[in-house]
């Protein structure tokens, strides 16, 4: 095994190094979830804010990375990414070993098209499991996890995860606080309008 992956070129063997580890996490993922271990816990933001850059008081990057209302960048989708890229651009460089950075693009533009229709595919399953005969009023006094940052004194929405008549779902999410309430931050749900929770910093 080490003497053929010494045998291969510096450009396969970077592929291949990334696009292992990145299928082996892909399938573990996929194992637990199967067993219903795991869950959301391996899609975790890697985005996030970003603070006093070049003078500026808050720079949020959350926003680069969305798509509609979805997350784009996040644990999930990266390693989907890198896993596609790898097996992808090794399989372009058996075809064209003369030319890796065409190799490279094609898996690049294929690993992002699988994260995103992975990262749209998981939205659709967090609306379905968020859909149904679940009540929301019985999510007020409930703790929340802020999965996307709620911008202050209602000036828009933002969405939360909590676990609800025992499911995990996801909720649009408003709040009157002064200041916005950034991702990751923990909320305690006030009050339920029109299915919108409405939520305060715990």
Not at 68 to 89: C, D, E, H, P, Q
Request: net charge negative; glycine share 10%; with cysteine.
């Amino acid at each position: 095994m080490i003497q053929w992956l010494q045998d291969l070129s510096t450009f396969q063997q970077i592929m291949f190094i990334l696009a292992v580890p990145a299928t082996v996490i892909l399938l573990v993922q996929f194992i637990l979830v199967l067993f219903g271990i795991g869950g959301d816990g391996f899609d975790a933001d890697v985005g996030g804010d970003v603070h006093d850059i070049g003078g500026a008081d808050h720079v949020n990057t959350e926003g680069f990375f969305m798509l509609g209302g979805i997350k784009l960048l996040t644990f999930r989708n990266m390693v989907s990414l890198l896993a596609v890229m790898g097996w992808i651009s090794l399989g372009m460089y058996d075809v064209m070993p003369d030319h890796w950075y065409l190799a490279l693009l094609i898996g690049l533009a294929s690993g992002f098209a699988v994260a995103l229709l992975l990262a749209v595919a998981m939205n659709a399953v967090m609306k379905l499991q968020a859909e149904g005969n679940a009540d929301y009023k019985k999510a007020i006094g409930c703790k929340a996890t802020v999965y996307l940052r709620i911008p202050a004194k209602k000036q828009g929405k933002g969405k939360i995860n909590l676990n609800l008549q025992e499911r995990f779902v996801e909720i649009d999410a408003m709040t009157e606080d002064e200041e916005e309430i950034r991702t990751g931050s923990i909320v305690i749900v006030t009050a339920v309008e029109s299915e919108i929770a409405i939520v305060k910093k715990a």
